[in-house]
């Protein structure tokens, strides 16, 4: 079946405009997850979705980085006023279940350039 | 706090040679581990899991890893190095609250023909 999808592929874009980033998880997943992978490091969590509801949230670096999940489905990360530090891949998984051992299905991810 | 560790940003092998990959975590619960491995433009691929069931672990494409309680460890191997095994390596702990994962910085393997 279809995997975890990401658009844009590529985003490039300039300091202090708005982007949004978009995936969609597996067919009924229940759990949405979004990382960050910057150059050479590992993916950073960002925030995770139980359904429709953000059950965590504390990866967000600031309040310019938002994201929605509005029917339990597509989820949208949200990037206002972008820095170029903000630069990097976004990555997004699903789960079938928020559990600790379920297994997290990776999209191939948005990388973003911010100029 | 959990945290992973993977000694080595760059491992280089021969075609044929033992691949050895470590991770060594943190955890004041009862770790759940995952390796999972990234190819070129791709998405990250499971490779294989510690659900506490077997401490020894097979995964895909021949790779598996030996949960070892008494060192912290959980590290990658692979009897015979192919090819098509270069690509970057993350270990990973799975979060108590939430299963959200924990990465480390990763480790590229290199195979040299």
């Known amino acids: 079946g279809a995997g975890v999808s990401q658009t844009p592929s590529n985003k490039v874009t300039e300091k202090g405009k708005y982007v949004e980033l978009r995936c969609d998880p597996i067919?009924?997943?229940?759990?949405l997850y979004w990382y960050r992978q910057s150059l050479g490091q590992g993916p950073e969590f960002l925030i995770y979705?139980?359904?429709?509801?953000?059950?965590?949230d504390s990866g967000l670096p600031n309040d310019r980085f938002f994201a929605v999940r509005p029917e339990g489905s597509v989820s949208t990360l949200k990037i206002q006023r972008t820095e170029r530090g903000d630069s990097a891949v976004y990555l997004c998984?699903?789960?079938?279940?928020?559990?600790?051992?379920?297994?997290?299905?990776f999209g191939p991810g948005t990388r973003l350039t911010v100029l | 706090a959990q945290s992973v560790t993977q000694l080595g940003s760059h491992v280089s092998v021969s075609e044929g040679a033992l691949v050895l990959l470590r991770c060594n975590y943190s955890?004041?619960?009862?770790?759940?581990l995952f390796w999972y491995v990234q190819y070129p433009n791709q998405g990250l691929q499971l490779l294989l899991k510690?659900?506490?069931?077997?401490?020894l672990v097979k995964g895909i494409n021949g790779f598996e890893a030996e949960f070892k309680k008494s060192e912290t460890s959980f590290h990658l191997t692979k009897p015979s190095a192919h090819m098509s095994d270069a690509a970057e390596y993350f270990c990973?702990?799975?979060?108590?609250?939430?299963?959200?994962?924990?990465f480390g910085q990763g480790t590229e393997l290199s195979v040299k023909p």
């Open positions: 998984a699903s789960s079938p279940r928020q559990g600790q051992t379920d297994t997290q299905y």
């Open positions: 067919s009924g997943h229940t759990a």
């Open positions: 979705f139980q359904g429709t509801g953000a059950a965590d």
């Open positions: 955890s004041s619960v009862p770790p759940y």
């Open positions: 510690y659900t506490s069931a077997a401490t």
């Open positions: 990973a702990v799975s979060h108590n609250q939430g299963g959200k994962l924990i």
